[in-house]
């Protein structure tokens, strides 16, 4: 956030973040952009532009983390009301509730029964990216026992292959940077359905062979789509068997 913060304000000596992210950052690479994604909530940048500028694939969790910011320290407008950021269009948007979701796991305190019920207030076509922005909270942060994170995975309903996808992007950005976490391995057992290395595999295989960013979806996308499609059957069961 103060490296995106300083690339943003000082006009000479840009390119700070890149930099990092490229160097002894790269490991952290997944919660780098998220919080590149809170600088451009504070300074009213579009985060849009971080996959041109940052990274083509990852620099969506620019977004992702704009919409985290949003979600946790402007609740009231952004959950409570369910308002949507006016300076955000196109796929910006869809990766703005992700984050969204993910602040969710804060903003309600791990109470799994209230999470699910303000998911269950937004429209439709936004509940997918909230419940994958939920599940990598859950798994990423912790703080919910084995029966609250069942719970969870029954209140998410039709969304449980899209929670499970939030819950393998936790599992890989832990193992990238090396702190993998006893609560992670747990939530992957039980959104997932495999351990948390397998979870995080899963995501990598998902990488292989995808296509550039087209007119109307960015590679991002369709590589969430392709990990979600694992655990939603049949796919679910062939995979658990090759992973797990």
Known sequence: MALALLDGLLPWGGGRLKSFAAGVGRAHEYMLYVGAGWA?????RDPARAPQSLDPLLGWLAADGYGFHEGYFKW???VARQQR?????????RAFDQGLGRSLWFVRGA????IVETVGTFARERRADLWSGVGLACAYAGGADDVSVEALRAGAGPFAPQLAQGAAFAAKARERAGNTAAHT?????????MTAGAAASLTDAALIHLPPDDADEPAYE???????????PPSFQILKERFA
Request: positive net charge; aromatic residues 12%.
């Open 111 to 114: 109470e799994v029964q209230k």
């Open 40 to 44: 451009f909530a504070r300074l009213g």
């Open 185 to 193: 391995e747990r939530a992957c057992r039980i959104l997932c359905g």
């Open 76 to 78: 009231p407008a952004y």
């Open 85 to 93: 950021p006016r300076r955000l269009k196109g796929y910006a948007l």
């Open 222 to 232: 369709l590589w969430r789509r392709r990990i979600a499609g694992a655990f939603g």
